[in-house]
């Protein structure tokens, strides 16, 4: 499909709903977290321990679309035109995205249980592999803007889509042991795939500088 070239207040109004869809995603992701209604005051402090389950999936689900987040909004602003499958596909992420607060609720409440890890990790895989074939479509249909490629390209590479094999890799874990699964999620923060990218890219440039 050819690409649809739109105004820039038309990519604004694309973005503004994506980060609509977003806050309110992750806005929601407190509401699963309930305060105690307690007959005995005293009593408290173990009813708050009693939440740590909530506040972890809390911490992590927020981690998650903040960082879906970060990556859609540099994304979309080098984009200079979109097309169908562009549009379609970020609906697809959306879609996954607003889902965040069901799946947090859910592994909190039965985090033990592997159907509820891999429903969660099922989603994550979703939402980033569709963020990945989005950013890669965009580049190779020439819509992002050429200023903008060097940037861009960190989204698209082959150690960005490492990020997605994980967690698709974490679902059969999840099968096995939920917590396993759990410290996937975690570990993607600490070596994240476009770290990697960054990296073979000041080597290759160093390599050149000497060679020159």
Request: hydrophobic share 55%; aromatic share 8%; no cysteine.
């Amino acid at each position: 499909m050819p690409a649809v070239r739109v105004r820039e207040r038309d990519l604004g109004r694309i973005g503004s709903f994506s980060d609509g869809v977003l806050a309110i995603s992750i806005t929601l992701l407190v509401l699963n977290i309930d305060v105690p209604q307690l007959s005995e005051p005293s009593r408290l402090p173990s009813a708050m321990l009693d939440l740590w389950p909530d506040f972890v999936s809390y911490v992590l689900s927020f981690a998650v679309v903040g960082r879906f987040w970060v990556v859609h909004h540099r994304v979309f602003e080098s984009l200079h035109s979109v097309d169908g499958t562009t549009m379609a596909l970020n609906l697809v992420f959306l879609g996954a995205a607003a889902l965040m607060p069901f799946a947090s609720e859910l592994l909190a409440r039965y985090g033990d249980e592997p159907i509820a890890a891999m429903a969660y990790a099922s989603l994550l895989t979703v939402a980033s592999l569709t963020s990945w074939v989005m950013i890669a479509l965009a580049r190779r249909r020439g819509l992002v803007a050429p200023a903008a490629r060097a940037k861009s390209r960190l989204y698209g590479t082959a150690e960005a889509l490492l990020l997605p094999a994980a967690y698709a890799a974490s679902i059969p874990v999840a099968l096995l042991s939920p917590l396993a699964a759990e410290l996937m999620w975690v570990a993607s923060f600490l070596v994240h795939p476009t770290r990697l990218a960054r990296a073979r890219g000041a080597v290759a440039e160093e390599h050149g500088e000497a060679r020159d």
